[in-house]
């Protein structure tokens, strides 16, 4: 016992935790590398395979059908199994299926390709957080969270210059081989240098102490009899709407409306990504666990604040002429939603019991999915296409401009009406696609009336 409680304390040991914070920083760092370097590239897909919007969207969708069946399974599996291999052996599946997709030569190779990224980083969310729930008390797990998941910020710009610069210079497909292949070798290292915590090591529990991992009816259960976790999980739903609305299409927006190249399109798209998330995540981290020391509910307060700002400073960059003031709203627009992320992950580990964590967690980020790539992508190419459909003068839209675009040897007068067309669509419907954060943050606001019961609740239990 004693030398399972000594080797558990040099788990907890700051060297060793800021080990752990850099090899999953990095795991996160490919992790949205791989799965936005599609965003960026996918205007050259579309020529390449003359696809509409909604072929696109669908493709997008794809990613998302294997991460909504298998992300709650494998947060499951985590709650009773080696976290560490799981996240490492997901790791290296989404890194392999990323070089598939540079290798596709169809439409259906690449939605296989895209099925397996789904698959493999379905297992970051709930593993990640329920072994940062072992290594952080309550109050520092947000903050935790937010500096694994720079990541995310550093690797869309990664994934965005990498696949812009692919895109214009060489093939779009060197983009996926050349961010496939280092992901393999982060795998490997979280092998090798990190441990399996005890659960519930930082709250001082013994394995007699530790809640039984939960089957999915009873982790279901518990969310539907807490009504703070419920709301938190309806909030999640539409705020993945709002953020893959612009995520899958804001690349494509700005090559459109404001005729950029792919290079430049690629590397705008990337920091407006690394500054407005990387600005999010830590706000919204740091300063909802300072603030939920005066008060829990300020978690789910922060998180609705940041929500109901975003659209509107949405709605006025993708209304904007200039490319400086677009930029400019939109990045301010992403800061402001993204402060919702890493503090509902904390409410949620904070809501849950060491049985159920890494479930609760896979819940949440499946229901991003599902209403973010599974619905959002498919969604706004559907209406993206009808509305450029109905404002072409021209004639029938799909037919005078395949894949949007006018045939080669059409005259201007074609060529920049199917250009028109095209770049309208997409802005207004993406101006309706970010309302959602609206209705995100309702149901945020409805979680905090709960917060303070389920606060008090849990300081007696401890």
Not at 77 to 98: P, Y
């Amino acid at each position: 016992m004693t030398s399972v409680n000594t080797a558990g304390q040099r788990l907890l040991s700051p060297a060793y935790r800021r080990r752990f914070l850099f090899i999953m920083f990095c795991v996160c760092l490919f992790d949205f590398a791989d799965r936005n370097v599609f965003n960026v590239t996918q205007e050259s897909i579309k020529a390449e395979f003359q696809l509409s919007d909604f072929g696109m969207g669908v493709l997008a969708a794809a990613f998302a059908v294997l991460f909504a069946v298998v992300g709650v399974p494998i947060g499951r599996l985590a709650d009773r199994r080696n976290r560490k291999v799981i996240v490492a052996a997901c790791t290296a599946l989404w890194s392999a299926s990323t070089m598939v997709c540079g290798m596709a030569g169809s439409y259906l190779a690449i939605a296989a390709g895209r099925i397996g990224v789904g698959l493999g980083e379905a297992g970051f969310t709930g593993p990640v957080s329920s072994l940062v729930s072992d290594h952080f008390p309550r109050r520092r797990r947000a903050s935790a969270m937010g500096i694994i998941l720079l990541g995310t910020p550093v690797g869309i710009l990664l994934g965005a210059n990498l696949g812009g610069w692919a895109a214009e210079y060489h093939n779009w497909r060197l983009a996926f081989l050349l961010l496939g292949a280092p992901g393999l070798l982060v795998a490997l290292c979280l092998l090798i240098f990190l441990r399996e915590p005890p659960r519930g090591l930082v709250d001082g529990m013994d394995a007699a102490q530790r809640p039984p991992a939960m089957g999915m009816m009873a982790a279901l259960g518990v969310v539907a009899r807490n009504p703070a976790l419920l709301w938190i999980m309806i909030g999640a739903l539409a705020a993945g709407f709002g953020m893959t609305t612009v995520s899958a299409f804001l690349a494509s927006f700005l090559r459109r409306s404001h005729e950029l190249s792919p290079a430049s399109a690629g590397a705008l798209f990337g920091i407006i990504a690394a500054i407005s998330q990387s600005t999010g995540f830590l706000g919204g981290a740091f300063g909802t666990d300072w603030l939920s020391g005066r008060d829990a509910r300020w978690p789910a307060w922060g998180a609705a604040i940041g929500l109901v700002c975003a659209p509107p400073l949405y709605w006025l960059g993708l209304g904007a002429d200039s490319t400086t003031m677009a930029a400019l709203c939109v990045m301010l627009a992403g800061a402001s939603q993204a402060c919702f992320f890493t503090p509902t992950i904390g409410m949620i580990q904070n809501l849950t019991d060491t049985g159920m964590r890494a479930t609760g967690t896979a819940l949440f980020a499946m229901l991003t999915v599902l209403g973010g790539y599974f619905c959002a992508p498919p969604t706004i190419g559907f209406f993206s296409d009808r509305i450029a459909a109905g404002m072409f003068a021209l004639g029938d839209f799909p037919v005078l401009c395949p894949g949007g675009a006018a045939p080669p040897g059409s005259s201007p007068e074609l060529v920049e009406a199917c250009a028109a067309a095209l770049a309208d669509g997409l802005q207004q419907a993406m101006s309706w696609g970010v309302s959602a954060f609206l209705l995100a943050s309702v149901c945020y606001l409805i979680a905090s009336r709960y917060m303070k019961a389920s606060a008090a609740t849990d300081g007696a239990e401890r």
